[in-house]
C-alpha cells in the first residue's frame, strides 16, 4: 500500500491540475498553482527529489487528471518466461512501458515487444489489470494501471537494444534479479499461474 502523503499528495495534484485547466478566474487560477506547488512540496520533503524536477515532470500533464497505463508482455516459451534486462537499472522485466496515445492496448505492448527484445508478436488474452499502489514498487508521483498481456512470437530474433541489453528466458524458480520499478517478483511469478491455467479469470485490483 502506498503511503498516505505520497495519497495526500497525488490528490493535490490532480485537483490542482484539473482547476488549471478549466478555471478562468485569475484568484482561482492562482490558488490552483499554490496547490499544484504545495504537492510537489510534499513529494520533495518525502523522496529527497528536487521540486523543479517535480515540476519538470508533471509541466506537460494538463486536462483532467487520470492514471498512467502501464503495458507489459507476457511471452512464455515452454515453461520459461520472457525477461529482458533494463539498461537503466541494470535488472529484469517482462518487456514493456508507458502506452501511446493512438494505440490500443495490444498494439502497444506489441510495439514495446519489439522495441525492447528483437521479436515480432502477436497480443493475445489479457491477464491483469493491477493498480500499482497495492504492490511492492518503489513509490510513484503517478497513479499507475499495469496491464499485463499473454502474447506469442511470431518472428525476428533476440537483440539488445537502445533500453534493453540482454533477453532471455527464465523458469519459475530461477528468475534474476528484477526491476521493481516496472515489475515485482510476485506479478512475474503470478503470470505462471496462467501457463498452468489458461481459463484463469483476469486478476484485478
Avoid at 511471452?75 to 520459461?80: K, L, M, P, S, Y
Amino acid at each position: 500500500m502506498q503511503p498516505k502523503w505520497l495519497e495526500w499528495a497525488k490528490q493535490i495534484q490532480a485537483i490542482s491540475q484539473a482547476g488549471l485547466e478549466y478555471s478562468k478566474d485569475v484568484y482561482d487560477l492562482e490558488r490552483f498553482e499554490m496547490l499544484r506547488t504545495i504537492s510537489l512540496e510534499i513529494m520533495h520533503e518525502y523522496t529527497g527529489v528536487e521540486t523543479t524536477k517535480l515540476r519538470e515532470l508533471f509541466a506537460g500533464e494538463s486536462g483532467y487528471a487520470t492514471p498512467k497505463v502501464d503495458v507489459r508482455g507476457v511471452i512464455f516459451q515452454e515453461d520459461r518466461i520472457l525477461l529482458v534486462r533494463e539498461r537503466l537499472d541494470g535488472a529484469w522485466s517482462l518487456p514493456g512501458g508507458w502506452a501511446d496515445i493512438g494505440l490500443s492496448a495490444k498494439e502497444n505492448v506489441v510495439k514495446e515487444i519489439g522495441e525492447e527484445t528483437g521479436y515480432t508478436a502477436e497480443a493475445g488474452k489479457l491477464l491483469a489489470i493491477l493498480d500499482k499502489k497495492f504492490h511492492d514498487h518503489p513509490v510513484s508521483p503517478f497513479h499507475v494501471y499495469k496491464m499485463f498481456i499473454r502474447c506469442e512470437i511470431t518472428g525476428g530474433e533476440a537483440a539488445a537494444t537502445m533500453e534493453t541489453s540482454e533477453v532471455g528466458f527464465f523458469d519459475k524458480n530461477n528468475l534474476p534479479p528484477l526491476s521493481v520499478e516496472r515489475n515485482t517478483e510476485r506479478q512475474v511469478k503470478e503470470m505462471f499461474e496462467y501457463l498452468r491455467d489458461p481459463e484463469r479469470a483476469v486478476w484485478m485490483d
